[in-house]
DNA sequence: ATTAGCACTCGGAACTTTTGAGTGCTAACA
DNA sequence: TGTTAGCACTCAAAAGTTCCGAGTGCTAAT
């Protein structure tokens, strides 16, 4: 994956040594200040005269006339490649905190963002695997009150919906008990994706006598299952923005937090890594590549992970250009064998 | 409710208007604007004269020496008190917002708090209703599998509550409609808090046999019910804040937002509300006087909804302290009443 | 009681100066 | 031939000026 640098060693030792200390201080650097910091022993004039090479090359640039360098987009691009291809360690007592607090989905998950978050000091979201390829474990209706039924559908990964149906008559045990059977024995163990019109439409006509309340009934099971409208996201630590003057100043700040608050956005981003899978399903964007343009002055290294059977979902990273990659992507790897181990642990109990 | 300001007539409209301007500028406000901006035709000399007394009398204060003059917190709430005993009329387009998308009691909330910030241009958060005032409607053990069971609890409002429950034998169907039995004989119609540790310990022992698994998932309803832990807060509009620049360019806009991340000081703030009703469920805290510290440069207008019996939430806007009182207080009203409407609506059709 | 007039204040905008980190280039050196 | 020292030059940012004008308080006249 590095792509054909044809950079000299000690070019390139130059290169990660200006980056290395920009992610440190967000402070353009100079040759003079490298001079010191590296263990080659090289002068500030022959730096400069490599560094001059390296601009040349498209690597860094410079912000002004008078200033040291700073790493352009291309020049984080090589870094995270060359990152890509080391191996990488172990690192966490994130796995502690995240299994303390975790019994459903959505609080381990939200749980999992804020650990992320305090971790790195970088803005976290992680969206909720799609439903779609999951399956069907229970399905069971159950008479409230005369006009109430409630719906309670349970999924793979223990993931509850429930559904408040309104009937106009009462339906009574009997019907009741043979619906579920029904419902159970069609529905059971199927893949959500493979709940089609077709299928509901079989069903109705099997329900047979009470069909147009058995219709109400599954249509609104139908929508239950179906709810790809609204994809659940969680978010957190998106003030960490403010850390990075870089950031706060530009007015990009504002426009970051509110993608956090209205999610919409992150949807976007979400769909897009998903599309787009590659390299242990980490992906670094870097300023511009961004597929969300809000974020053009950032970077967002994204992970997906899988609950099992094709059940992704996306773990999002947004901080500076300058962001510390080597301790992000890190910590993402581990986050998603957690994921895994956590489900896989789920599984297990379950077929014990 | 209007203490007892002893201020002539004319020295009450000067600082009313002082109020007003300074509402919609943001900038300090002198005697010669305000001499053209009244009526009254007086000289900025008199105004003078009178904005002198204002400020001894603490109304008002100068930033600094050669500058117009602001209001200070108490010249606030004398204008919020005066305002409260107007009569107050009717606005919204609101209604049609929040109705379309509403059928959960989440979905509503977050659809509420988000008109509520777009229709007033500041902050905004709603606090579900606790439950503890709540009524048992309906609950439900339903064998997932061999070592599953799922807890359906349906409560008033049709909030809706899961757990999964591990249990180490298989129960068997008797097992479990005698437990639902039990279950709904005892607790269906009755108040959350009346549920304590005497009356689960009481179900236990007449659950006999299988008491100890039934122990079990007792506990796990009792936990499902008693979910006080974790008060769900609903925020928008929280990047609002940067429209206002004293807000803004304080540090404070990032701490604000931070709360609003958090919520865990939100939740301070619903509990204090709660706490202390008054004034039709509105109340107002200006600077200093709000009970969360981090908002201590912004005024916070709170009110209380009620579902039915006893069922009380918060719903809160946070903004400058210029904030245009007047429409914040009547868009709280509005809302006010449109979730009581939509409850009562709600528990008509039950009884139809 | 109100107003005109005037001297005075002071924050902020605009402009200037200073500073220092950084560069490119050239000439000397190993 | 690659490396280094030295020097003139650049320029953003910080610090320091100056200027402006909105605003005040006070006094004297109406």
Chains 1, 2 share one sequence.
Do not use: W
């Amino acid at each position: 994956m590095v792509q054909d640098h044809g950079l000299s060693d000690r070019k390139l030792i130059i290169l990660k040594a200006i980056i290395k200390n920009y992610l440190e201080t967000g402070e353009p650097v100079g040759s003079r200040t490298l001079s010191k910091y590296t263990d080659l022993n090289l002068s500030s004039a022959t730096i400069r005269n490599e560094m001059s090479d390296l601009e040349d090359l498209g690597y860094i640039v410079q912000p002004h006339t008078s200033a040291g360098r700073i790493p352009s987009d291309q020049g984080y691009r090589l870094y995270v490649d060359l990152l890509m291809d080391e191996k990488e360690q172990e690192l966490d007592e994130m796995r502690d905190k995240m299994l303390e607090k975790a019994d459903k989905l959505d609080k381990l998950l939200k749980q999992a963002a804020k650990s992320l978050a305090v971790n790195t000091n970088y803005a976290t979201m992680i969206s909720a695997p799609a439903n779609s390829r999951n399956t069907l474990k229970f399905i069971q209706l159950s008479q409230v009150d005369e006009s109430q039924v409630v719906a309670v559908i349970v999924m793979g990964g223990n993931v509850i919906k429930n559904k408040m149906i309104e009937v106009d008559e009462n339906l009574g045990n009997e019907t009741l008990l043979k619906l579920n059977l029904l419902l159970n024995s069609t529905l059971n163990g199927m893949s959500i994706e493979k709940i089609n019109l077709g299928l509901i439409a079989s069903l109705k006509e099997q329900a047979g006598i009470h069909s147009h309340v058995v219709g109400d009934v599954l249509d609104a099971v139908a929508e239950a299952i179906h709810l790809d409208d609204d994809m659940e996201i969680y978010t957190s630590g998106a003030t960490n923005i403010f850390r990075y003057p870089e950031l706060r100043d530009n007015q990009s700040a504002e426009e970051i937090i509110n993608a956090f608050e209205e999610k919409q956005q992150l949807a976007e981003l979400v769909t897009e890594t998903l599309a787009s899978e590659d390299h242990n399903g980490i992906q670094v964007y870097i300023g511009e590549e961004t597929p969300v343009k809000t974020m053009k002055d950032c970077s967002v290294v994204t992970a997906t992970y899988e609950l099992g059977e094709g059940m992704k979902g996306t773990i999002g990273i947004i901080g500076p250009k300058r962001m510390d990659y080597e301790h992000v992507m890190k910590s993402l790897k581990t986050l998603q064998s957690e994921l895994d181990a956590i489900f896989y642990k789920d599984n297990n109990r379950k077929r014990e």
